[in-house]
């Protein structure tokens, strides 16, 4: 569904991301681990072509992203961050109804949708309609962010460091709620993170990157069990 094909993307003379190719299957919950600075982000906004690329291709569903106007690759990719960048003046229903309203989907039809999304992510009803960002925690506000995402049902869902800046118990239930999702809805999903414990937790298959290059990638079970080299044992065995 996403082929990376010998793809490179430098800053000045420095290769961040490095003659990297990587195949993401539909219905894949990929993630993407390594050390801070090692070409997970870059990767990321490669995909949705918010960042360039300098040699290679990318493929999404056979299509050469070069080739697609980047709105409407946009628009099949949901996209969550860690600093969840939610519009602090629209209701949180308002936000998680953006992209099918740009879409210029029918109200009932949005209503429904957003009522949809409150039952998926375990949200309240009465706040999603009243609250705006500000007034709800962290975790809410992130939850908030993937209901968006998810809104008009794109086939791929990016999401880098979703859950970086929670608090454990939080980011325990959303590690436990996206992977439900995960589950019920099928959809591809690109999960950036470099916590080791995370990528074993959630991936169905796993690329490790380090400076730039992959160095390994397989199920979490091929990465337990046969760490490509050194690197990928420490970083493993960080992890518990
Ligand atoms: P990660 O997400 O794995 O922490 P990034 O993809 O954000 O890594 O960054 C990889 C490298 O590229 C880092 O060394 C970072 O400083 C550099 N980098 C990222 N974006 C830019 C940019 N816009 N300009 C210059 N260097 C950048
Ligand atoms: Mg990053």
Redesign the pocket.
Known sequence: MIELTRVT?R??D?A??DDLSLTVARGAFFVLV????????????MINRL?GIDAGAIAVDGRNVRDMPAEALRRGMGYVIQSIGLFPHWTVADNIATVPRLLRWPEARVRARVAELIALLQLDAAEVARKYPHELSGGQQQRIGVARALAADPGIVLM??PFGALDPITRDALQGEIARIHAATEKTIVF?T?DMDEALRLGTEIAI?DQ?RLVQCGSPADILRSPANDFVRTFVGGAD
């Open positions: 993307k800053y000045g420095k961040v991301v390594g050390p801070s600075g090692s070409g997970k982000s870059t990767t990321l906004k960042v880098d460091e950036v470099h990157l730039g």
